[in-house]
């Protein structure tokens, strides 16, 4: 199968791990590299041997190119995918899809007319430990799923990175950081979602950078840091979802538990390809570990690869755009029934993605 020439835009912090992992994959070629730093751009390409470094105008110039995958700040998503879309090329976008769900249609409706593919982070879903909690799903181990439950609270990122001003931002908090692995996983596991219900808060108003360069100044929190609320899947399964910046020591006892009439299934960090995947059947007291049904060791660019696929077969891309926009019509919805109070009937068509085979070789998606 011919290699899908790739390039990428933005070379900031996740680029280098995109840039490692893609090696994993023959169908990815990657040739170029841009960053609105042009500095930064050529760094990295001499770091991973990327023959190219140019303007974003360059690459979106570039006729080779056939797929882009957008590492911009989530605000620069929507309008990245819009251009590379109108330069005739396949993108997927870094999460979030984009910061609202009329740029998200934008993005679908523009590379439909122009008979493009889009895909959209995160691809984690794909790792060993989510794929087999969704074989066991499939499999019946734990009956019907009746109830399930997503963590993710901490303090927050600004003590740490090194330019956090955008994690506060429309586009940003919790929900839309990191919300995107949990709602992302939850779908590939749960299916169709229905409507949200939720609350949230603005629980620390001003922020304090703790890390260099920008160490002492001071950020504005526009968005909530912190939400909870429900999600009703057209299964039945309802999910209780927390998502937060404002605590400190949370501890629970996985960050997704789906609950069913026949068991309970622990599944760990969905920021995280792999980790270990334990079952807790009735009549069973403890948890006991599950084999992983599924390969380990992706990383990310598993999801450019599958959509690079896609380009070259014509089949239905796992790590779609059409699902990244179900994400972000979900966390909106949870701001959306925080502002009002009431509960948001979800617009996106969703379709579950087909699960990856057992077996695959290192590099291979498909048989």
Known sequence: MNKVKTGIIGCGNISGNYLINAKKFPILEITTLADLDLSRARERAKEHNIPKAVSVDELLRDSDIELVINLTVPQAHGPIALRAIEAGKHVLNEKPFAVTRDEGRQVLTAAAAKKLLTG???????????????????????????????????????????????????????????????????????????????????????????????????????????????????????????????????????????FGTEGTLAVPDPNHFDGVVKLMKLGQKEYTEVPLTHRAGYGRSVGAADLAYSIRSGRIARASGEQAYAVLDIMQAFIDAGQTGKAVELQAKYERPKALPTGLAEGELDR
Request: aromatic share 8%; with cysteine.
């Open 120 to 258: 959209g982070a995160p691809d984690t879903f794909l790792g060993a430990a989510h794929q087999t909690a969704r074989k066991l799903i499939d499999d019946g181990a734990i009956g019907r799923p009746v109830a399930a439950t997503a963590y993710m609270m901490c303090r927050g990122h600004e003590g740490w990175h090194p330019d956090p001003e955008f994690f506060y931002k429309n586009g940003g908090g919790p929900m839309f950081d990191m919300g995107p692995y949990y709602i992302t996983d939850l779908l590939q596991l749960l299916g169709p979602a229905k409507r949200v219900a939720a609350l949230t808060s603005i629980a620390i108003p001003e922020r304090t950078i703790g890390s260099e360069p920008k160490r002492g100044q001071k950020i504005k929190v526009e968005t909530p840091d912190h939400l909870a609320g429900t999600i009703e899947f057209h299964n039945g399964c309802l999910a209780t979802v927390i998502m937060s910046f404002a605590v400190i020591g949370a501890q629970y006892p996985s960050p997704i538990t789906i």
